[in-house]
């Protein structure tokens, strides 16, 4: 049986990789693979943030990823080094709106089970001596990042070296178990896979409403350097009602983000968010403005209708839909792929994932608006 997977970013290249473990024959199509949204992350990978303290059936599914990631990155690893780091991530406090945050996501934490320490101010120092003083911390110590052009790299170093096709061209139109290319190139398929975010909807020849739209959110980030790097762990600095997204690689680079705008298929890198990111940067780590500036980069979010994943059948029969996952792509990959794969092999994929289909209530009718 042979399977096609439109869109190359960590989703479709993750999908393609545990497909081709369970003996399938896979072609993944893109123009330029890891290129797009999971190339401009920047990989943290936390416990829980807040969108899951009301959200169960997401909570699940994150939770149900992050206990994959270990298992994931050791038998990626087989092929090529996944970028992946478990040493920890800290949520910082520096104001007292803050501080009860911490206190209210140590709770919630503490009641799923996710190990936590309590940090004191000296504490938070003594871990991220950049910082200025913070009022408190919250450190989860078995989570961490992964950097995702690192994981992108080896995900794609698996796919060839386990047979699969990397076909860089782009997908404009599926014709009855084929999927046509930009050239006129012809790709048939037994089961497709359609995860190109959020150009997926743009693809031609399915049914009205059969893939709902998919919005571009964008996002911009900054990588910074320096020697040795200027932070120890992945950080959230939490301050004035908002929160600030640190990840620090081996390497010294220093990922700061991120925005978050409705600004359609516009990928401009804008002063003002290189401003906005740096800003906030230097409230809580002095010594920002002396790192090398390495780049500055946008991305575009894939948000669905509901602002959930969609992951599973689509109305049109061999067709899958592995999108929608906003800004936790790279977190949900390895539940992703499992469920996807599942679908593909017609085994039952696990529970948590059901309520993700693209068949829900809320999906159809927004697509049936269209």
Known sequence: MKTVVVGGGVIGLAVAWRALRQGLAVTVIDPAPASKASHVSGGMLPPANEQLFDQDDLRALCLASRALYPSFVEELEEFAPAGYRRDGVLDAAFDEDALLSLDHMESFLDGLGVRTQRLTPAEVGELQPAFVPAL??????????????????????????????????????????????????????????????????????????????????????????????????????????RSLYLVPRLDGELVVGATYEERGYDETVTAEGTHSLLGRAAEIMPGVGALRFAEVSAGLRPGSPDDLPLIGPTTVPDVYLASGHFRMGVQLAPVTAEAMVAHLTDAEPDAVAAPFTPLRPAVLAAAAAR
């Open 136 to 241: 408190g911390g919250l450190l989860a110590p078995d989570d961490g990042a992964v950097d995702p052009r690192v994981l992108n790299a080896a995900l794609c170093t698996a796919v060839e070296a386990l047979g699969g096709t990397l076909v860089r061209r782009a997908a404009v139109r599926v014709d009855d178990h084929t999927v046509v290319l930009d050239n006129g190139d012809t790709v048939p398929f037994d089961r497709l896979v359609l995860a190109a975010g959020c150009w997926t909807h743009g693809i031609e020849g399915l049914p009205p409403g059969a893939v709902p739209e998919i919005r571009p959110v964008k996002g911009q980030l900054l990588r910074l350097h320096s020697d040795p790097p200027l932070l120890n762990v992945t950080a959230r600095a939490l301050i004035k009602g």
